[in-house]
């Protein structure tokens, strides 16, 4: 088995020369995610952190080491390592680290951190690290991948009790003002008892930011870019680190043999973000077999570059035989695959709407995963239905300011099916409650959305 070399380790890993060194990292304002990380940072877990890339996953992993190196934690029980499709011997790393760095003989006591990034590189990972856990819990391990490897089902029976996940998103509005104003405003929670008052009481502090709103839907997801102005180099990071990397490297650990198709198929998905998927339309569009759609439909979304919901419909088997909606990950890479600078101005008019459902259903997305739904039943549909529990939550959404009758009309019908007393309407217009026959709907603008 080859070795890595300690010279190479000593490159990665500078503090253990530099008693001061500083990583220029740990000036920036640490994401959202931070918080929960720390809340857990003291449990016997292995930490997995996966996401789009450049969400700010290193940036993480270097901002906590910065933190350990502060609080005297021994430099050289700290360790970093980045794989990549050629470098990807997990044992060989742990065992040059263990044995040529550390000349650790006995494992049962040592206390250190290990810092593993670009993991889906790797195959049976899982196993390595579940025989360092068992040996020693006190050997904390922090994972990350720019793919759904570390979520594979493999992963979660093999550590089942020992890993924990966090998922990194793009940037929602409120983070998106946080890092690029300081300012930190909270969202609404559409399952709050008091919605209307905290809707009215958060939405005088946005009035300042409102016109940041369409910006931020071009420029605003990915922490590198808030700060550019320039739109022609916004695009070309995008494209260029984040876009071309997926495709070329990331999507590679799946093998796809028909490169052009996927890529075309992506397309397919920005432009009908939000919008029913029919695979059979997409076979013949770009010619692939239906099966072959499934199957890249599947890679897309373990690349995180989209995700789809489901039909709200009584029976399961029901669910999975009706079409899915499908909706992209980042409007940031749907732009940029556009070369789009305002997403008010593209070629047909209903596309700001299916944007601002696609903004919509990717917030909520982030706090209720696998309970978002869409209802279509006899021409009537609802946008977005959360089952949480025994509550289920309908929500419009409209780009409108200003809203009629009718275009209550669908909600009203799904309130009435389901004997249920609240729905919401996610608008462009302020905040307001509505009653129609005992039943509230509660009106919320978007940028308020928690």
């Known amino acids: 088995m080859q070795n890595i070399g300690v010279e190479y380790l000593y490159k990665l ?9 500083q990583f220029h990292e740990s000036k920036f304002k640490p994401r959202f995610i931070w918080r929960k990380i720390e809340e857990w940072r003291d449990k016997k877990f292995i930490f997995s952190l996966s996401g789009l890339r450049r969400l700010g996953k290193t940036t993480v992993f270097r901002q906590f080491i910065q933190k350990l190196l502060n609080e005297g934690k021994e430099p050289r029980n700290i360790f970093f390592y980045e794989f990549s499709e ?9 065992e040059d680290y263990f044995d040529k760095l550390l000349n650790v003989k006995n494992l049962y006591n040592i206390e250190c951190y290990i810092f593993l990034d670009e993991l889906q590189y790797v195959k049976k990972w899982q196993v ?33 009790g ?4 966090f998922f990194m998103y793009p940037l929602g509005f409120q983070e998106y003002l946080y890092l690029r104003y300081s300012n930190e405003l909270k969202g609404v929670d559409p399952f709050s008892q008091n919605l209307l008052t905290e809707a009215q009481e958060i939405s005088s502090r946005y009035e300042i930011y409102k016109h940041e709103f369409d910006r931020y839907l071009i420029y605003g997801e990915f922490p590198q870019v808030i700060e550019e102005d320039q739109f022609m180099q916004i695009k070309e990071y995008l494209k260029e680190s984040v876009i071309e990397k997926i495709f070329n490297k990331d999507i590679q650990v799946f093998e796809v043999d028909k490169q052009h198709e996927l890529r075309l198929l992506y397309k397919i998905v920005c432009q009908n973000t939000a919008q029913f998927l029919n695979k059979t339309n997409i076979a013949r569009t770009i010619g692939l077999s239906r099966d072959s759609v499934t ?17 709200y419909l009584r029976s399961i088997a029901a669910q999975e035989h009706s079409y899915r909606k499908a909706y992209v990950t980042s409007l940031n890479l749907l732009a940029a695959t556009f070369n789009i600078d305002d997403m008010n101005s593209y070629v047909y008019p209903d596309f700001t709407g299916h944007i601002i459902e696609t903004y919509v259903f990717n917030r909520l997305n982030q706090k209720y995963r696998d309970s978002l739904y869409f209802y279509n039943k006899d021409k009537k549909e609802v946008d977005i239905v959360i089952e949480q529990g025994l509550s289920i939550l309908p929500i419009e959404v409209k780009l409108k300011a200003e809203l009629k009758d009718h275009d209550f009309r669908h909600l009203l019908h799904f309130m009435e099916q389901r004997k249920l007393e609240r729905g919401i309407v996610i608008y462009g217009g302020p905040v307001q409650e509505l009653t129609f026959d005992k039943k509230k709907i509660f009106l919320i603008p978007y940028y308020l959305l928690d």
């Open 13 to 21: 890993n500078p503090w253990w020369k530099d008693p001061h060194f």
């Open 86 to 94: 050629s470098d990807n011997n997990l044992r060989r790393v742990l």
């Open 162 to 165: 020992r890993i924990i996940d």
């Open 128 to 160: 390595d690290l579940k025989f360092y856990y068992d040996i020693n819990p006190y050997i904390r391990f922090f994972v990350s991948g720019s793919s759904s490897l570390l979520l594979h089902e493999d992963t979660k029976e093999s550590l089942a």
């Open 295 to 311: 199957t890249y439909i599947e890679i897309l979304k373990k690349a995180f570059l989209m995700n789809y919901s489901y039909n």
